[in-house]
């Protein structure tokens, strides 16, 4: 501001301060339906590790799965870790993707944890869409994540996440439900 090219008069179109500046909506955060009816996938993160306290590189055998002919998963991760709090697929950045049928419409549901309050919260990318995960300590947070047949059509959905604050995030459940 103490320069002669500071121009407060010049006027700046809307649209390029959003593309410069995007809004990012927060994740939508909701309680988990009581019925799984349609369930193509469920994914209990960790659920078959039986060390504590140690952190192991993320493979199938470690996680409890019910899963749906033509469906399978794959997590990028800096590995699963149990305690006597829970188990969890955790990083820095995560990258799950599942392979689906084609053109599927439906609801993904992915729960994640800061069961020792560090302060976690991130961004989230869900097929090409950003939303901000808010700090969720206490029981965790399941957000649900809208399916569409664009989504899907190549039949794949991939979650990208990348930590704000915090350590890490942890996912410890992920449940895919098709309509």
């Known amino acids: 501001m103490h320069s002669s090219a500071f121009d407060p008069r010049l006027t700046v179109d809307p ?12 994740a939508e955060s909701v309680r988990l339906p009581d019925e799984f009816e349609g369930a193509i996938l469920n994914v209990d993160a960790g659920a078959r ?14 996680d409890e799965v019910k899963i749906a002919h033509n469906t399978n998963y794959h997590v990028q991760c800096d ?5 006597d709090k829970g188990a969890a697929w955790h990083g820095r950045q995560m990258e799950l993707q599942i392979n689906c049928p084609e053109g599927i419409l439906g609801t993904l549901y992915v729960h994640f944890h800061d069961w020792n309050s560090d302060g976690r919260s991130g961004i989230l990318e ?4 950003k939303t901000k995960l808010e700090e969720h300590g206490g029981d965790g947070s399941w957000v649900k994540l809208h399916v ?32």
Request: net charge negative.
């Open 49 to 62: 590790m039986s060390k504590l306290n140690e952190n192991i590189a993320w493979s199938t055998e470690l």
């Open 79 to 83: 590995g699963v870790w149990r305690d």
């Open 148 to 179: 569409m047949r664009e989504d899907s059509n190549d039949g794949k959905l991939v979650l990208k996440t990348d930590v704000s604050s915090g350590s890490n995030l942890m996912i410890t459940e992920v449940i895919l439900i098709k309509e």
């Open 15 to 26: 649209d390029w301060l959003l593309n410069l500046m995007p809004l990012i909506p927060q």
């Open 126 to 129: 869900f097929e090409g869409r």
